[in-house]
């Protein structure tokens, strides 16, 4: 069976609808994977490093007009193709993330944008803040994609 192996390179926004279309950060290969996932490493380490004090700023209530979301990768049943996605965060109880899938989808089939979802926090990558503004906090991982160049 071939894998698809996709990153994406997204844009966290303020709504659902003014997403951008997602492009592919790196080949389809193994290899090119292997090395993005290498190359990234220490920004999910970040990402994962900064989540409490960014959770806790979440469930004390951000101000008007911020959003919440974080990354997660989401894989096909039986393994076949992944990807990382933004999920707008609506709640987080329990350990578990409630949130819906902000983005367009490019390799995996089994989910769709704006589907609802639950996963356990263990799974969250990334973080990001989006201000009224589109400034964004954290977003670590996006921020390295956008100048990362495959070698």
Known sequence: MKHAFVLLALIPTLALAERAADKPAFGTDKKSYDALMKAEAPYIAKGRATYPAAKKRFLAGLPRGYSFEVRKRLVDPGGAAFEEVFIEVDAIKGGKVFGRIGNELGA?????????????????????????????????VGKFIDTYKPR
């Open 108 to 140: 995996v089939r089994s989910y769709r944008r704006g589907q609802r979802i639950s996963f356990p926090e263990s799974e969250v990558l990334d973080w990001t803040i989006v201000h009224p503004d589109g400034r964004e906090e954290g977003n670590y």
